[in-house]
């Protein structure tokens, strides 16, 4: 048995499971940005709504009032994620090594 076929053999394996890793960090990179996209554009749907509000130009207000409570529990719904991931960090940061 060649010791050089093992190391070809390991390196490959290593590949493969970086490979993977990759695609997970992209993919969870996109979930983010998406998420992230989706709460701004609520954001902005609520805006306009209220604008037009504003003009009189709004037969329902029940269509404003609801699009400003989307946006408003999407952000604070991305506020308290974004809470615990800074607390989570703060913790990893005071263990000892």
Do not use: W
Not at 3 to 17: P, R, Y
Not at 32 to 48: F, G, H, I, M, Y
């Amino acid at each position: 048995m060649k010791i050089e076929k093992l190391s070809n053999t390991f390196t490959e394996n290593n590949k493969k499971i970086l490979g993977k890793q990759l695609e997970n960090k992209t993919a969870f990179n996109d979930f983010l940005k998406n998420a992230l996209d989706e709460v701004n554009q609520l954001q902005t749907e609520s805006e306009s709504y209220t604008k037009l509000l504003a003009l009189g130009q709004v037969e329902n207000i029940h269509d404003v009032t609801i699009a400003s409570e989307k946006a408003k529990i999407a952000l604070q719904m991305t506020l308290a994620i974004r809470n615990k991931v800074v607390d989570a960090y703060k913790e990893i940061m005071r263990m000892q090594v």
